[in-house]
């Protein structure tokens, strides 16, 4: 069995096992098809927790120097290291930040992203289309990238075509976009009371007035919309339907279809943020902008589903607001990279972004057992594949208070404060990312802390 030698090395554990793993390679140990020990093997030997070698096992794969194979085990690079990119290990690390176990960034599992990723990248440099990613490319997109941005769409808008594709350099991007192209400064931009914190920076920065609607366990409330309707002249509404931010909340298809109904009868733009669509309950769901066609404009993007870096978002809209979005991309970023745009729909067309979705459903399920084990008895809000919970503390807690000694014992999570569209006061419930943990144990640790402080009376604190 391979035994790392690490007397030489003075960094992070798995650091050094993963050093040493490159070494070993390096001078002939081991060799290409090699057999590496299995995590609980390695683990018992060095004395660690089997987290310390997966870790390592994880940095290795990151590098190039191994792939693993389900129910075999991990095996050295049947493809020579030299011929993969291999990024430069730190020598330092910043130990007080990497305490830190971060459950504040909604963001994918990333532990399998970069095998996919890599031959993705391998498969761009020698694509015939590569040149293609190295031009200017026209308003709206290269026509070969609205295309497959298309095909993603079509998962959820199934007669989507591609002259209706706007690209945008990330979601966010494109909320701007939206929000820039089809409302005015000073105009009332309608969202949930409780909202993804970018759409509340997004409207003020863009001096547009945000108005939170009170919300259920389905998202907004059709009654509520239509009372602020009455009172005011909403130019748009931003709604997140499917696994809302941070409540989770899905729509139901009657919900959805009232939504549309409003935006007909007063008047107003849908801008219909599905980021998060792939991870719907029940697929037969309509996207929200589906009941309002001709004045709804459909968002997604592949930073949640692929990989955060991969930053192509993609508006999908009705023809006779076209122009107006793909001049304020112009206006905004001239156009998104199209060495990016060639990548995604390389990983669109190869229906690698199947896969990864499938994976990452998959992950999100078992660490929402996870959570819902952790935090029986408590109030939970989320769904069986979301990636998020949202939890409501009890009394005397607040969100702030808990957020900072959380903070203090090395668990980020955000506060309920963070996400009010209107600012109304102190909040008892804190947003709990799942998927940022490099792996199930680490994940069930921190959840195992933050369950041990909610047992804590935060008075004795002050």
């Not at 049947?78 to 011929?83: F, I, L, N, T």
Request: charge should be negative; glycine fraction near 6%.
């Amino acid at each position: 069995m391979w035994v790392p030698q690490l007397s030489e090395f003075s960094q992070p554990m798995y650091l050094s096992i993963a050093d040493a793993l490159a070494r070993d390679i390096s001078n002939g140990v081991l060799s290409q098809g090699d057999r590496l020990p299995t995590l609980r093997e390695l683990a018992t030997t060095l004395k660690v927790t089997p987290g310390t070698i997966s870790r390592a096992y994880s940095e290795a794969h990151r590098r190039g120097l191994v792939h693993g194979e389900v129910g075999r085990g991990t095996y050295v690079q049947s493809q020579a290291p030299s011929e993969l990119p291999v990024s430069p290990v730190p020598t330092t690390l910043n130990l007080g930040q990497s305490q830190l176990l971060d459950l504040s960034i909604i963001k994918p599992y990333s532990e399998t992203l970069e095998y996919w990723l890599r031959d993705a990248l391998i498969g761009l440099a020698k694509s015939t289309d590569f040149a293609r990613a190295l031009d200017y490319a026209p308003d709206g997109g290269h026509p070969a990238h609205r295309e497959a941005g298309a095909q993603f769409l079509r998962q959820w808008l199934p007669d989507a075509q591609w002259q209706q594709v706007v690209i945008t350099a990330g979601a966010q991007h494109g909320l701007m976009v939206a929000m820039s192209a089809l409302t005015n400064a000073g105009d009332l931009v309608l969202c949930e009371e409780l909202c993804y914190p970018g759409i509340i920076s997004l409207a003020h920065g863009l001096e547009r007035r945000l108005g939170g609607v009170a919300m259920d366990d389905e998202g907004i409330i059709p009654e509520a919309l239509r009372e602020l309707c009455l009172r005011e002249k909403p130019a748009m509404l931003v709604c997140v339907a499917t696994c809302q931010n941070p409540t989770a909340a899905i729509m139901s298809q009657q919900r959805r279809a009232q939504i549309a109904a409003l935006a007909e009868e007063f008047d107003f733009i849908i801008l219909d943020d599905d980021i998060y669509g792939f991870l719907a309950t029940d697929p037969s769901i309509k996207p929200l902008s589906a009941f309002a066609p001709e004045r709804s404009v459909y968002l997604t993007s592949l930073s949640k589903s692929v990989m955060p870096a991969l930053r192509i978002g993609y508006l999908y809209s009705p023809p006779k607001l076209l122009s107006r979005l793909t001049s304020m991309v112009r206006s905004s970023v001239w156009m998104p990279s199209p060495l990016t745009a060639q990548l995604a729909s390389n990983v669109i067309t190869e229906g690698l972004d199947k896969k990864l979705i499938r994976i990452q459903r998959n992950e999100a399920a078992a660490r929402q057992a996870i959570a819902r084990e952790i935090f029986a008895g408590f109030e939970l809000k989320t769904q069986p594949y979301a990636y998020h919970v949202w939890l409501t503390l009890p009394e005397p807690w607040t969100s702030d208070e808990f957020t900072m000694l959380a903070r203090a014992n090395g668990v980020l999570v955000l506060s309920g404060t963070q996400f009010q569209a209107e600012r109304s006061g102190m909040t008892r419930s804190v947003r709990l990312v799942l998927m940022s943990p490099t792996s199930q144990d680490e994940l069930r640790f921190a959840l195992t802390k933050l369950a041990s402080l909610i047992d804590t009376d935060p008075r004795r604190f002050y």
